[in-house]
């Protein structure tokens, strides 16, 4: 009899080869990985190259492969997105980030396969309807997401929420709303890396690093708040989602507590050994009306329904991120 398999959608990207390491590790499972490696020079195949994936998949093939594989497939990771909140094209945005996950939803249903997907804090929006994971309709019409990024994941959110209520949903289903999250394999991400890998070049030349400037006078400059979460705590909860098949719902993947920036970046340097130097420049126009000053995961209803992982604290996963990838030669995963 051929092993189970897990599919794992976006599995070169940051979250997701991170996850693909994981679930290769246990050797429980056959895992597949589905993706775009993009330009070689980019270094994305790096973050998959260490591990016995069992196949790779273009984007084109994905729904070919899985009915050829639907005996097998148990689940369907899904963190294939386009996570650039600063992508102009809409269109671009629902399709991949909306239509993509729709159907991978419906043959899931049909061919009773488990999801767990990618959603993000981006839904949220501003913040002022708070941070509460509510995954009935009723809460997710209450948001105001203040990108077309965060749209497209919350309205997917709520497509996953009325198919369920009308009980056309996968034998599991989970869908989670990553926070900051930072970590080794991201390297490949641009202008949306972590700020832990966006400052460690000037970081390691003892150099200052920049920050924004506060608009906001409840906050101080570099005091803005972010939910920092290290990339293990978040495939922490994937791995017991995976090994927890009644649980299903829309969870919080964060920290449960809101950092500084500044404390962020004094953790960098702390981390590299060197004195801390930070210097402030104006937050940008086009982004400032736009800015989020605070944002921090509930963490209740994931751990009522079960999950008893701890949250890595911001000094030791920054300390971990640095000292074990960073500032090696290899620094892949």
């Known amino acids: 009899m051929s092993r189970r398999m897990i599919v794992v959608t976006g599995g070169a990207g940051f979250i997701g080869s991170n996850i693909v390491a994981r679930l290769c590790g246990e050797d429980r499972r056959d895992v597949v990985v589905c993706d775009r490696l993009e330009e070689a020079a980019l270094g994305k195949w790096r973050n998959i190259a260490k591990h016995p994936i069992a196949d790779f998949w273009q984007p084109e093939e994905l729904f070919e492969q899985l009915e050829r594989h639907a005996e097998a497939v148990e689940a369907v990771v899904h963190m294939g997105a386009i996570s650039s909140t600063t992508e102009a094209d809409a269109d671009l945005i629902l399709r991949t980030n909306f ?42 019409a209450l948001l105001r997401p203040l990108n077309a990024y965060g749209y497209s994941k919350m309205l997917f959110d709520q497509y996953a929420a009325r198919q369920s209520d009308r009980g056309q949903s996968p034998s599991q289903w989970a869908g989670l709303k990553f926070f900051n999250v930072y970590g080794p394999n991201e390297y490949h991400k641009g202008g949306m890396k972590s700020v832990v890998a966006q400052i460690w070049p000037r970081v390691a030349a003892g150099e200052p690093v920049t920050l924004f400037r506060s608009h906001n006078p409840a906050y101080a400059d570099g005091g803005q708040k972010r939910d920092f979460v290290f990339v293990d705590d978040v495939v922490d909860i994937v791995g017991w989602l995976l090994d927890t098949p009644a649980v299903s719902g829309v969870f919080n993947a964060g920290s449960g507590r809101a950092r ?25 126009e086009s982004i400032r009306d736009k800015y989020q000053y605070f944002t921090e995961a509930r963490m209740e209803r994931v751990r009522a329904a079960g999950f008893a992982g701890q949250s890595t604290p911001l000094e030791e996963g920054v300390r971990r991120y640095v000292q074990d990838f960073l500032a090696t030669t290899d620094p892949y995963r």
């Open 99 to 140: 239509t993509l996950s729709r159907d991978i939803w419906d043959w899931c249903a049909l061919r009773d396969a488990r999801m767990v997907y990618a959603s993000s804090a981006a839904t949220y929006g501003d913040g002022d309807q708070g941070f509460e994971d509510d995954g009935s309709l009723e809460a997710l």
């Open 260 to 284: 500084s920036f500044l404390d962020l970046a004094n953790a960098t340097f702390a981390a590299a050994g060197k004195e801390a130097r930070v210097e402030y420049v104006d937050t940008p």
